[in-house]
């Protein structure tokens, strides 16, 4: 097998160290080729040993044309990433972008354009689809195993502000776009999404600086939402503790039910379908494999994204999976602020 050539663009921020390990796991089907970043001298002592000798170059542009690599790994401030994206996609680059991928959707429609022009594949940092418990309820779901859908529950409570940093840039407005749906949010909003196949099309929420820290975004949020097919869902999250977290998530339906443990690795699903009559209730636990980087469920990413530049199968994503989930973010804000529920355009 030919390695597929890969860079990165953005060499310290956010989970860039992480996924940069993650590529080297992967030296099998995978060669790093090239490095920029705006700060060299700032991320050189990020570097681990097996990646010294990986090319810095000054500027996006030479890393393209110099370093000719088959797919770039982006990781920028949210407001300034969907340029870097753009050029990327224009010179005929497969991209990944880190979560949230845009400070506003709409930075986004010029980047779509390129990447359907160039039958680029795209990917990003929404790892939990392939969380093999993701994979078991959106198939159990999609083999009507729970018939229609009522509702999908999300409850994530994380550290505070107040332990984070209140001064970083993810709580900055002008660079983040917003606060914890932009930056963490974004994940279950788009695990909502890919579990069900359904859009949302109705938001209604309420937003909060609960912890009160100098910040001019959310640090709480709940957010009820109605999809297309029928369903309710809601997402009750903020920066609320004072160390680790909490995460679950439940998907109802009129025959039956699944809910996952998210710490314990666990799902429990009951089914009154007939298919399921000798056990109608199961249960089911996947621990993790242990992988440096981003985890297993970021090595399963990275390996269907270059499957899919190799013509083997697919990413996983399209661009349009960030744009929707942006979309649903930027409508809780707006109905937070006007204090109506608002329907998706």
């Not at 309820?137 to 994380?158: K, V």
């Not at 990275?302 to 929707?324: H, L, M, P």
Request: contains cysteine.
């Amino acid at each position: 097998m030919q390695k597929l050539r890969f860079a990165q663009a953005g060499v310290s921020l956010m989970h860039a160290n992480m996924y940069r390990d993650t590529l080297m796991l992967l030296s099998d089907e995978i060669e790093l080729v090239g490095f920029y970043d705006p700060d060299p001298e700032a991320v050189q002592p990020n570097l681990k040993a097996d990646v010294e000798h990986v090319p810095f170059y000054d500027s996006l542009d030479d890393l393209i044309s110099k370093a000719r690599p088959d797919a770039v790994m982006v990781s920028a401030y949210p407001n300034i990433m969907p340029d870097w994206l753009l050029q990327i996609a224009e010179a005929g680059v497969h991209i990944w972008a880190e979560k949230p991928v845009a400070y506003h959707s709409d930075q986004l429609a010029p980047v779509a354009t390129a990447i359907a022009k160039n039958e680029l594949h795209f990917s990003t940092g929404y790892s939990w689809r392939f969380h093999p418990i993701s994979r078991l309820i959106n198939t159990t779901y999609a083999d009507g195993l729970l018939g229609q859908a009522y509702s999908i529950d999300m409850r994530f409570s994380t550290s505070s502000v107040k332990r984070r940093d209140p001064t970083s840039w993810v709580f900055q407005r002008e660079i983040s776009g917003g606060g914890i749906l932009n930056w963490l949010g974004c994940h279950w909003f788009d695990l909502m999404r890919f579990i069900t196949g359904s859009e949302v099309i109705k938001v209604s929420a309420i937003e909060a600086n609960v912890g009160g820290e100098a910040i001019d975004v959310e640090d709480a949020a709940t957010v009820s939402l109605q999809f297309a097919n029928g369903m309710i869902g809601s997402l009750h999250t903020g920066y609320f503790t004072s160390g680790g977290g909490d995460t679950s998530f439940g998907l109802y339906g009129s025959q039956g039910w699944a809910k996952w443990a998210i710490a314990d690795e666990s799902c429990t699903i009951k089914s009154d379908h007939p298919e399921w009559a000798e056990a109608p209730e199961r249960a089911f636990s996947f621990p993790s494999a242990k992988y440096p980087g981003y985890g297993a469920e970021g090595r399963a990413l990275v390996k269907a994204f270059a499957a899919a530049i190799r013509g083997e199968g697919i990413s996983g994503y399209t661009i349009d999976d960030a744009i929707q989930t942006l979309r649903i973010i930027e409508t809780a804000h707006e109905s937070a602020e006007s204090g109506r529920t608002i329907t998706l355009p």
